[in-house]
């Protein structure tokens, strides 16, 4: 089994025109059109390799998320964190971190923003917007 060893200070995109720095890049299949999260390589519909980057709108909602407590390493003390799973407007579901208040309903719109480390690929961080209003664009 080979493994393709990744450059973490490179950008992972097949081509600059599939990557756009302002925008969600999600997944569409060829074939029959299906839209995915970013991360899927195969169309679970057809079955088909043939995926496309297609930009999302980058709006949507929490379908359930969490407080969780982590530390960047051992000598830090530990931060809470919101991680959830955000459903686009598009359809696919996102797992993700969350910033701002969550209501208890849960429900509450979102928008991406991306937070670039460093070196490497840049993460898409949801904010919580103050009402749906706010998303259609």
């Known amino acids: 089994m080979r493994y393709r060893r990744s450059d973490p200070c490179r950008d992972n995109c097949e081509n600059t025109a599939e990557c756009r720095p302002d925008a969600l890049m999600i997944r569409r299949c060829v074939a029959c059109r299906r839209l995915f999260a970013p991360s899927v390589v195969r169309c679970s519909s057809c079955s088909s390799e043939d995926v496309e980057r297609?930009?999302?709108?980058?709006?949507?909602?929490?379908?359930?998320?969490?407080?969780?407590?982590?530390?960047?390493?051992?000598?830090?003390?530990?931060?809470?964190?919101?991680?959830?799973?955000?459903?686009?407007?598009?359809?696919?579901w996102v797992y993700t971190t969350v910033e701002g208040e969550i209501p208890q309903t849960g429900d509450q719109p979102v928008r991406v923003r991306f937070q670039a480390p460093p070196c490497g690929n840049r993460f898409p961080i949801f904010a919580v917007l103050p009402d749906r209003a706010v998303c259609t664009a």
Not at 69 to 82: K, M, Q, W
């Open 54 to 92: 297609v930009a999302a709108a980058g709006t949507g909602s929490i379908v359930c998320w969490r407080v969780v407590e982590y530390a960047a390493n051992a000598l830090v003390d530990p931060v809470p964190a919101i991680i959830a799973i955000v459903e686009l407007d598009e359809g696919p």
